[in-house]
């Protein structure tokens, strides 16, 4: 659950979603879910030819097995909270 | 829908705001709470296999099983800038295999079809076989290639989204 | 209404099912199950324009991809679900699948609110029909065989003359 807890903690900041059919979605992470399942709000698309009405989409929710990246800005990361997190995890298997 | 707990008006059709407190707590970051605001909106639907279904969504659970009424299926051909539909009435999708879905703005929803020409849909289906078998044709020779470097390249037949 | 919920309720229906390799079959409905399972009957089988005709089908909820239902499925459930309504069947199905997992909660609820403010218990006393575990086991044998609008009127007051008695157990 450890990505879930992180993705949690990007809710309202700008992602951008590269999905495995190489759109990208920029939009504001509104929710997520256990399986990574995306919500964003106010999306804007790069590459719109292919998928026109995207262009009148407000929020869109997307499937997290259908994600291939997410990009984030450098200073959305915590990197201590993350590692931390991390050793927490690491320590919780190991019992 | 109507939601029936017994207690409210019956016949009211919206949740009253304690129901849907109620309803969220239990699926606090869960799918149902990701699109219960969409319920009754249009909206858009993305399958795996590259369809696109457009319709009011009605009801859906954990799954992100829909029920879409007045579906629509449409066929972008971008490149000759064409387009296609085909009312199907109530449609149930099976969540599995929805990639994405959004609600649509009505207002906005044409702006890109003007200036698109519509041609019968048998026409599109047709065309859009031909690109996803092109597609197929390519992406496997790609997956051939990586997998001569030791790299997977991940793709099913299934998937042409 | 869950989807789930409006399938098990259209038995009968005319539907179009598209698998997941791009078949189709088309037929009428006859049973349904949690997993969306279902059989048909009067069935047409089409794969890339070979058709065949059979009398019925199973197809396994897992290889769905979709299903075009009925134009009038939605009012036609919507209808029937009412009509148990009226007559006595406060806590449809719906209601109580959606409890689901949380009915445990509930029962909790309603110890609490016994030892203290009585008043709103009685007040939220129909609800409990719900989460109420007996009532759920039996109902949900009852799922399969699909019972009779009057069949659910008589279950009912069945399990509403057995409540006072539970209530008083706990």
């Known amino acids: 659950m450890l990505f879930f807890s ?45 998928y026109p009405h995207l262009s009148s989409v407000r929020n869109i929710f997307i499937r997290g097995s259908t994600v291939r990246y997410v990009y984030l800005d450098k200073n959305m990361v915590d990197i201590n909270l993350l590692q931390d997190a991390a050793r927490r995890e690491a320590m919780s298997a190991k019992k | ?42 909206i858009f639907v993305l399958l795996r296999d590259g369809r696109m279904l457009f319709g009011i969504l009605r009801t859906f659970d954990q799954y992100a099983n829909l029920i879409l009424q007045h579906c629509v299926e449409r066929i972008y051909i971008t490149e000759e800038n064409k387009y296609a539909e085909n009312e199907c009435g109530v449609f149930m999708v099976r969540g599995e295999n929805v990639v994405m879905l959004g609600e649509v703005d009505i207002d906005k929803e ?29 992406e496997s020779q790609k997956g051939r290639q990586m997998a001569r470097y030791g790299l997977i390249h991940d793709f099913h037949k299934s998937d042409i989204y | 209404m869950l989807p789930l919920y409006l399938l098990t309720n259209s038995n009968g229906q005319h539907m179009l099912i598209e698998l997941k390799n791009g078949d189709t079959v088309q037929g009428q409905l006859t049973n349904v199950d949690n997993w969306m399972n279902l059989t048909l009957a009067d069935v047409t089988h089409t794969a890339s324009n070979e058709v065949i005709t059979l009398p019925e089908i199973y197809v396994r909820g897992n290889f769905i991809k979709y299903i075009k239902l009925q134009q009038d499925v939605i009012e036609k459930v919507k209808q029937s679900s009412a009509q148990q309504q009226s007559q006595g069947h406060h806590q449809n199905r719906d209601f109580r699948r959606r409890q689901g997992g949380g009915g445990n909660r509930r029962d909790n ?37 699909h019972s009779s609008a009057m069949g659910g009127f008589v279950q009912h007051h069945q399990t509403s003359a057995q409540q006072p008695a539970s209530l008083g157990h706990n």
């Open chain 3, 109 to 145: 609820d309603r110890r609490f609110n016994q030892g203290g403010n009585q008043k709103r218990n009685e007040g939220r006393g129909s609800h409990y029909n719900g989460g109420n575990r007996r009532y759920n086991n039996q109902r949900q044998s009852n799922d399969g065989n």
């Open chain 2, 110 to 138: 044409d702006e890109p079809l003007v200036q698109m020409e519509q041609i019968p849909f048998e026409e599109a289906s047709q065309m859009k076989q031909e690109r996803d078998d092109a597609r197929y044709k390519s």
């Open chain 2, 1 to 42: 829908m109507s939601e029936s707990r017994g207690s409210p008006a019956p016949g009211k059709s919206k949740i009253t705001e304690g129901e849907a407190d109620l309803y969220l707590d239990q699926y606090n970051f869960t799918t149902t709470a990701a699109i219960v605001g969409s319920v009754d909106r249009k």
């Open chain 1, 6 to 50: 992180f993705f949690k903690t990007l809710v309202d900041q700008e992602v951008t979603v590269e999905l495995k059919n190489d759109i990208e979605l920029k939009g504001t992470l509104k929710s997520v879910d256990q399986f990574l399942n995306l919500k964003l709000d106010n999306i804007s698309c790069s590459n719109e030819s292919r």
